[in-house]
């Protein structure tokens, strides 16, 4: 009995010392923004936390709430995952990750809360 006492504590542990992912600091390279179903369809990984036009890009993840992630090999959204994005509502957070350029470099992660 006493480990699964120390399992769940471990759990609470990290649950509540938990970095808030959608911060902009050096540890976690993330940024956090908010757009509507058409800009997110036009072209989600075209703009960065600065609002400056990030080009080259060969892939990223993405993933929206209780779906699987989608893999994307282009700057576009797949007709899969716009399909997705259709049902997906205002409020939603969609992560964006691993987003790759043409010269194998990683870009900042993106929390992107959808909005009307």
């Given at each position: ?70 893999l994307i090999r ?43």
């Amino acid at each position: 009995m006493k480990p699964i006492i120390l399992l769940f504590s471990i759990f609470l542990f990290n649950l509540t010392s938990f970095h808030d992912p959608c911060n902009d600091s050096d540890e976690i390279p993330t940024c956090k923004l908010e757009m509507s179903k058409e800009e997110l369809k036009k072209g989600i990984v075209g703009i960065d936390c600065n609002g400056i036009l990030q080009e080259n890009i060969k892939s990223f993840k993405i993933k929206f709430p209780k779906k699987p992630t989608q893999l994307i090999r282009s700057s576009q959204l797949s007709e899969k995952a716009i399909a997705i994005l259709e049902v997906a509502e205002i409020g939603h957070i969609i992560a964006v990750f691993d987003i790759m350029d043409e010269d194998g470099h990683l870009k900042k992660t993106m929390f992107i809360k959808i909005v009307e």
